[in-house]
């Protein structure tokens, strides 16, 4: 059954696209209305009502009727354009209880659910993984840590944990290498000018020492890498073939990376 339907299988109808569709949208299969239900236990942080259909609409008006939910590690849930709204801001929540049921206010062109997970710092991430899945756990992800390879001075520079204010690296000295616990990992090797196999944990790194990266692609998280003598670049929280599927400028050596 669904995690985020009442009665029904999703029927996904428009998929996620970082930066251009930062959730996915979803009916009952078929292309039935359903009532929506919460994806897990948590609080209700944000609701809006008493929207209208406004195809075209920004911003919070582009929801319509929505419902926002706080989890208990730090993740949300939002789920937009709903016709009826049955929950309050502060109302505690179980999993699949009813929060409303689909409709189409806000910037919708039919009856449908926009649903969006957002990690513990508010940004949003591919909900696909999680429809029908629990939550990443991000108490866990926090004490996961990373750590880069200084392609100068030929070592490994100290662990960082996901999730801080810190970055593995030197900066304006390129990195050659990274570490990093539990997610699946590769990098681009500027000097072959291809990308070099997945790595899963700590059983492996990605790199090829002594050539620098000049592109890094992560599983599940959110990330973003230090251009030498340049400036960070934004943040990625996807993996594809896209420009927007992974951190870095082909060309040009990675000094930072900094994972959320």
């Known amino acids: 059954m669904s995690r985020i339907l009442y009665d029904g299988e999703n029927q996904i109808t428009n998929d996620y696209r970082a930066g251009v569709h930062q959730g996915v949208d979803v009916v009952k299969k078929w292309y039935q209305a359903d009532a929506v239900i919460a994806h897990s236990d948590g609080e209700v942080v944000l609701v809006q009502t008493g929207m209208t259909n406004s195809p075209g609409s920004t911003g919070n008006a582009s929801y319509g009727n929505f419902v926002k939910l706080r989890h208990e590690d730090g993740y949300y849930t939002l789920y937009a354009h709903l016709n009826t709204v049955y929950v309050n801001k502060g109302d505690k929540v179980t999993k699949g209880q009813q929060i409303g049921y689909m409709g189409q206010t806000g910037n919708a062109y039919g009856v449908h659910l926009h649903f969006e997970v957002r990690n513990q710092y508010d940004t949003r991430i591919d909900p696909t993984p999680f429809i029908d899945s629990d939550l990443p756990v991000a108490s866990?992800?926090?004490?996961l840590s990373y750590q880069a390879y200084d392609n100068v001075k030929k070592y490994w520079l100290p662990n960082v944990f996901m999730g801080s204010s810190d970055y593995a690296g030197n900066l304006g000295n390129a990195i050659g290498g990274i570490y990093l616990d539990k997610y699946r990992m590769r990098v681009h090797d500027k000097v072959k000018g291809y990308w070099l196999p997945w790595v899963e944990s700590r059983d492996d790194y990605a790199g090829n020492l002594g050539?620098?990266?000049?592109?890094?692609?992560?599983e599940g998280v959110t990330y973003r890498v230090h251009i030498k003598n340049g400036s960070w670049l934004p943040w990625v929280n996807k993996v594809d073939n896209t420009s927007q599927g992974y951190a870095g400028?082909?060309?040009?050596s990675i000094d930072a990376i900094q994972i959320k």
């Open 140 to 143: 866990e992800s926090a004490k």
């Open 211 to 218: 050539n620098d990266i000049d592109g890094v692609q992560i």
């Open 249 to 252: 400028i082909y060309g040009s």
